[in-house]
């Protein structure tokens, strides 16, 4: 069946704009993650969706990044004003509930200019 | 100190070789062990998975757990081209648990 997808696929923008990042995750799967992966950097968790409870921000960095997931399903995550160390490959994973295994996107590469 | 310590490589070795990746944690209350899998501009995907100490085998690949030391590995027997890859060593406090802890990952190159 279809995997997480992500788009897009790569995003180049200009420092000071807005970016909105897209994930739709495994049909079925209730719970959503988004991750960041910066150069030679591990997978940094940014936050954690699980059906229809309020999401865990903890890993958000700033103020400048927010996520929302509608119906339960797609989901959004924004990064106001980019800055350079903005830039990174931003992945989405998604599980049929917190218990299972995550599966991953191929994620965004994002490159703030 | 991080909580998650992996050797970034790079690691080459020839074809058929044994692969050894290792990374060391410094909390004991993680109790999940999972190795993922990274090809170039792809997504990580789960390789094995383990929450007790000692050895788990799944066709070419053991992953072992050692607790007391805080060490996990990951072998790789009759290494090919196509395990050419990034290996993440991530943990987690339960399995499940959605603040997975990752390593920054070790490039391999399995040379023909």
């Known amino acids: 069946g279809a995997g997480v997808s992500q788009s897009p696929s790569n995003k180049v923008t200009e420092k000071g704009k807005d970016v909105e990042l897209r994930c739709d995750p495994i049909?079925?799967?209730?719970?959503l993650y988004w991750y960041r992966q910066s150069l030679g950097q591990g997978l940094e968790f940014l936050i954690y969706f699980q059906g229809n409870s309020a999401p865990d921000k903890s890993g958000l960095p700033s103020d400048r990044f927010s996520a929302e997931r509608t119906g339960g399903s797609v989901s959004t995550l924004t990064i106001q004003r980019t800055q350079q160390e903005d830039s990174a490959v931003y992945l989405c994973?998604?599980?049929?509930?917190?218990?299972?295994?995550?599966?991953f996107g191929d994620g965004t590469r994002l490159s703030i200019l | 100190q991080k909580e998650v310590e992996q050797d970034p490589g790079p690691l080459s070795v020839p074809e058929g070789a044994i692969v050894s990746l290792n990374c060391t944690y410094s909390?004991?209350?993680?109790?999940?062990f999972m190795w993922y899998r990274q090809y170039s501009r792809k997504g990580p995907e789960l390789l094995m998975y383990t929450y007790s100490s000692g050895n788990k085998e799944d066709g070419r690949f053991t992953a072992q757990v050692d607790k007391s030391s805080k060490y996990i590995s990951l072998f790789i027997r009759d290494s090919q081209p196509s395990d050419s890859a990034t290996y993440l060593c991530?943990?987690?406090?339960?399995?499940?648990?959605?603040?997975?802890?990752f390593g920054t990952g070790t490039r391999l190159t399995i040379i023909p």
């Open positions: 994973a998604s599980s049929p509930d917190r218990r299972q295994p995550q599966h």
């Open positions: 909390n004991s209350a993680f109790q999940y």
């Open positions: 991530a943990i987690a406090m339960a399995f499940g648990n959605e603040k997975l802890t």
């Open positions: 049909s079925g799967h209730t719970a």
